[in-house]
């Protein structure tokens, strides 16, 4: 069974390194064939969730999770250890990893304040297993991504580098109400803005910030706030650009044609995925037969892999 990982300090700031905090290499369930034998590497779409949350990767899998059946992409979910230390929950995880091959998990326990021991082992993971990507998407599982319209976005961008992509803030504040989450003391953090930084719920990065910030996030001082941490502190460091488009909409569709138009939205109740994908199905004919013949081939997939299961009796 994966031990548990040390827990970061409870300061937002805190004298220990994230390295400290981080085992190397610690992957209970590594995965390491995800990428092997990929001919054409393009577009590596890294879900976060919690070991918990299979129903939001059943749905995922079942509406814009299909990307994942193209030649240039690869999806898998990136879990970590259950807060909750009940056996039957990595138990069902690994069984889930078994039978999809899409799952990922990192050695520590999987809380609010560790996002940011997350974002950096998805940058060490996917370093080690799957390096010769184009992009990398960093997303969560309670996000519904048009992955038409990303595709369209990364063809669109195909020459960029150096670059971070998603929903800019330029002028974030400090939260010093001591009851928000993101509670934020003076004392931790006393200037009055964070530098621009790109919103944690879905980011893109082009393959060559990986490694730097990676090799800069390990000795630097821990920060629970992971968007802030890696995407503002750290890459403003290594000058890395970050660039904010309307197309990464974190928020609910007012409306389907909304939906249709942009690449990533947050809120959306899990039971109105399917709708939305219907929606972005439908929105142009070629894509609405892409849909079709990649759904169809999912379906086909997920009975493959239901035929497939030991009978337990």
């Not at 990929?38 to 879900?47: A, D, G, I």
């Not at 001082?221 to 503002?232: A, Q, R, S």
């Not at 569709?253 to 439908?282: Q, T």
């Not at 013949?293 to 239901?306: D, G, P, Q, T, V």
Request: aromatic share 12%.
């Amino acid at each position: 069974m994966p031990r548990e990982r040390e827990s970061p300090p409870s300061g937002i700031f805190s004298s220990a390194a994230v390295e400290d905090l981080l085992h190397p290499l610690g992957f209970p369930i590594p995965n390491r064939a995800l990428c092997e034998g990929w001919e054409t590497p393009r577009l590596l779409v890294l879900v976060t969730t919690r070991a918990q949350n299979a129903r939001n990767r059943e749905v995922i899998r079942k509406t814009w999770g299909h990307v994942a059946l193209r030649r240039d992409v690869r999806l898998a979910f990136f879990a970590a250890l259950a807060p909750t230390h009940d056996r039957r929950v990595q138990d069902s995880l690994e069984e889930e990893s078994r039978h999809f091959g899409d799952i990922i998990q990192a050695d520590f326990i999987d809380r609010y304040d560790n996002l940011t021991l997350k974002a950096v082992s998805i940058l060490e993971w996917t370093l080690n297993y799957c390096a010769n990507i184009t992009f990398l998407l960093k997303t969560d599982d309670d996000m519904f991504i048009n992955t038409f319209q990303l595709l369209d976005f990364i063809d669109t961008h195909h020459a960029a580098i150096n670059t971070i992509f998603g929903f800019l803030f330029t002028n974030g504040k400090p939260d010093r109400n001591p009851h928000s989450k993101w509670h934020v003391s003076e004392s931790e953090y006393p200037a009055t803005h964070y530098p621009r930084f790109v919103a944690g719920p879905a980011y893109l990065l082009t393959s060559d910030t990986l490694h730097p910030l990676w090799k800069s996030a390990l000795p630097h001082p821990f920060f629970k706030l992971e968007d802030v941490f890696l995407t503002g502190l750290i890459a403003q460091n290594l000058h890395i650009n970050r660039l904010g488009d309307p197309k990464f909409f974190n928020h609910v569709p007012d409306s389907p044609h909304r939906a249709r138009s942009v690449i990533s939205m947050h809120g959306v109740p899990l039971k109105e995925f399917y709708n939305v994908w219907d929606s972005v199905c439908s929105s142009s004919g070629s894509r609405e037969a892409d849909c079709i013949l990649k759904l169809c081939a999912l379906r086909a997939l997920a009975l493959f892999l239901f035929l497939k299961r030991p009978f337990i009796g």
